[in-house]
T-cell receptor, first 116, second 111 residues
Framework: GAVVSQHPSWVICKSGTSVKIECRSL??????MFWYRQFPKQSLMLMAT?????????EQGVEKDKFLINHASLTLSTLTVTSAHPEDSSFYIC????????????FGPGTRLTVT | GQNIDQPTEMTATEGAIVQINCTYQ??????LFWYQQHAGEAPTFLSY????GLEEKGRFSSFLSRSKGYSYLLLKELQMKDSASYLC????????????FGAGTTVTVRA
């Protein structure tokens, strides 16, 4: 159990367009999901925390109007990168905290975004 | 915030043992995690320590000393597939139970 999926696994888009990334917990309910960004050879940086049914909490320096997060159900959170620019190219990873096992956190496989 | 330090790189021979140290400073410690991450992939969970002592899981063991702000991940009987980045992460109740990650230790296993 405890599988998290992300879609798409990789995406290439043109500068100025928007991209939506989905994160799903497949076999558990997740009240909290996290979105991370990882640049090459760097560690994971938390972008935002999303709780089902409420607004996401963004980390300092992360533009909430640029990175729109929606956590519409206990198994789905989405991250939309709006008006993407080449500097947004990165590896975006979500993770989910099981509703009944809050001590655990499981990661999705990640989405590689390239903005041309 | 949290200061999490771990070595940048380590190299070891197949079949050997490697110990990756992690030191941290946090105001509301609520657990320490170790993750393995292969290049281009997401992290996979290895271990979780919240109390002092050693947790053993097959070839991997993790140790925690809360008073010293110190943990290590021990990899035994190294295999080539263990070549990866190993991330130390700390959860902080004073930071809304979020995980903060160290920069990662790249382990290279040589034949």
């Amino acid at each position: 159990g405890a599988v998290v999926s992300q879609h798409p696994s990789w995406v290439i888009c043109k500068s100025g367009t928007s991209v939506k990334i989905e994160c799903r917990s497949l076999d558990f309910q997740a009240t909290t999901m996290f979105w991370y960004r990882q640049f090459p050879k760097q560690s994971l940086m938390l972008m935002a925390t999303s709780n089902e049914g409420s607004k996401a909490t963004y980390e300092q320096g992360v533009e909430k109007d640029k990175f729109l997060i929606n956590h519409a159900s206990l198994t789905l959170s989405t991250l939309t990168v709006t008006s993407a620019h080449p500097e947004d190219s990165s590896f975006y990873i979500c993770s989910a905290r099981p509703r009944d096992r809050v001590g655990e956190q499981y990661f999705g496989p990640g989405t590689r975004l390239t903005v041309t | 915030g949290q200061n999490i330090d771990q070595p940048t790189e380590m190299t070891a021979t197949e079949g050997a043992i490697v110990q990756i140290n992690c030191t941290y400073q946090t105001s509301g410690f609520n657990g320490l995690f170790w993750y393995q991450q292969h290049a281009g992939e997401a992290p996979t969970f290895l271990s979780y320590n919240v109390l002092d002592g050693l947790e053993e899981k097959g070839r991997f063991s993790s140790f925690l000393s809360r008073s010293k702000g110190y943990s290590y991940l021990l990899l035994k009987e190294l295999q080539m597939k263990d070549s990866a980045s190993y991330l130390c992460a700390v959860r902080d109740w004073a930071n809304d139970y979020k995980l903060s990650f160290g920069a990662g230790t790249t382990v290279t296993v040589r034949a």
